[in-house]
């Protein structure tokens, strides 16, 4: 009977082993299934930032959605210098910049210009991501050659018609008086990106295009919860700066869960209270340098310049900010916020960052030598490539041929 008993445990406990072992691994097998999307994959960006446009937020969009965090590398104002001229933006603003990008995990401050196996490895990058153009050294050497050749580049798309040249040229426009037709911009901004031999297709300036598709790649899609504080500001977020990322992050901090819209004015309605050739940025383009920034929930395009009880009321408004600067009066001379501060939601933000477009204009203005020499031979180094690759690939060419032939 003893052993009758021993051998029914025995079994029983095998039994009870097998058991175990198949729901270990069945669990094992649904895990790998069910999460496997979420083994993280990390990419890295590499870059000056200089003058932070919507091109360069598109750019880091398309490297988050190859992985699943994002660290990005700022290089210092020296390593710019040395190897493409003096930046716009000292590096203090551009890592500040670079951390207001919603798709932005993590940064590296004072990044190598050049990226090695040995950056990737160092911030357990899986791989780096750039645009189809190309990164020179002083040199003339590609910057990512080396993870090139081990495997650990990838790309993506180049987004068309911006550049920080073809920035700096709409801004050195500033200096004339009276509005440039687009002949003369084009012919302009031909000449500030133009080097010895022709232009490059990667500083050259092009035309952008803007789609409905674009705007919802760049939106975050979310409205606003039972909770929210929904919190209105209004303008021009000209060339989106510092100074507006300094003012849109403490916005954000006026309320516990906010819902940050900002209401961008159309062009016209920007160069009646601006003057010149402001805006520098067109509706489009100001669009989506806003919705990059963290710190902005929704926008509305081509705003109204008054603040009025329709606009409130639609959105629920709780609360309506404005900066410390000048707010210019409506085209009847009446007060643009007059309706939020008759119903005591109306607020002016300190955001201790004095920074304006204009005084972004007069950097450019001041050093307008420097940028136009700068640009002129980056191009120079670029189309210098070009003409290696061509070479390149026309003795190639000739060498098939005459396998062919034999």
């Not at 490895?121 to 645009?131: I, R, W």
């Not at 550049?163 to 302009?188: C, E, F």
């Not at 450019?364 to 180094?381: D, H, M, P, T, V």
Request: aromatic letters at 10%.
């Amino acid at each position: 009977k003893i052993k009758n008993i021993n051998v029914l445990t025995a079994k029983a406990t095998s039994r009870i082993v097998v058991c175990v072992y198949l729901f270990v691994y069945v669990c094992f097998v649904l895990c790998n299934v069910l999460f496997a999307d979420y083994v993280v994959v990390s990419s890295f960006c590499l870059h000056s930032y200089d003058m932070v446009h919507y091109g360069h937020s598109n750019q880091l969009r398309q490297a988050k959605a190859m992985g699943d965090y994002l660290i990005v590398g700022v290089h210092t104002d020296a390593e710019i210098s040395k190897h493409k001229g003096p930046p716009v933006f000292t590096q203090e603003e551009r890592y500040k910049m670079v951390r207001a990008i919603k798709w932005v995990d993590k940064i590296v401050e004072g990044a190598p210009y050049v990226t090695t196996l040995e950056t990737l490895d160092k911030y357990n990058c899986d791989f780096c991501v750039h645009g189809d153009d190309i990164t020179l050294t002083v040199d003339g050497k590609d910057t990512y050659e080396e993870v090139k050749r081990e495997g650990r580049y990838r790309e993506c798309k180049r987004t068309q018609g911006v550049s920080t040249t073809d920035l700096v040229g709409r801004m050195l426009l500033m200096t004339k008086a009276h509005h440039s037709n687009m002949v003369n911009y084009q012919q302009h901004t031909d000449n500030f990106g133009k080097g010895p031999k022709g232009h490059s297709p990667w500083t050259g300036v092009s035309q952008f295009l803007q789609t409905s598709q674009k705007i919802i790649q760049f939106a975050s899609g979310t409205e606003p919860q039972p909770g929210d504080t929904i919190i209105y500001v209004a303008g021009a977020f000209d060339l989106f700066h510092i100074g507006h990322v300094d003012f849109l992050e403490m916005v954000y901090k006026q309320a516990e869960r906010p819902y940050v819209i900002v209401g961008l004015h159309f062009d016209q309605e920007v160069n009646r209270y601006k003057g010149k050739n402001y805006p520098i940025m067109n509706i489009h383009e100001r669009t989506l340098s806003v919705l990059a920034c963290r710190y902005v929930s929704e926008v509305v395009i081509g705003a109204p310049y008054a603040v009025g009880k329709d606009l409130l009321d639609h959105f629920k408004v709780d609360l309506v900010c404005h900066g410390k600067t000048e707010v210019f009066p409506d085209k009847d001379g009446s007060d643009p916020y007059a309706e939020p501060r008759k119903r005591g939601v109306f607020r002016t933000i300190n955001s201790g960052n004095n920074l304006t477009t204009d005084d972004i204009v007069q950097r450019i203005i001041e050093n307008r030598l420097q940028f136009e020499a700068r640009n002129q031979k980056k191009e120079a180094k670029e189309m210098a490539v070009i003409e290696a690759m061509k070479r390149k690939e026309q003795q190639d060419q000739s060498e098939a041929a005459a396998q062919a032939a034999h």
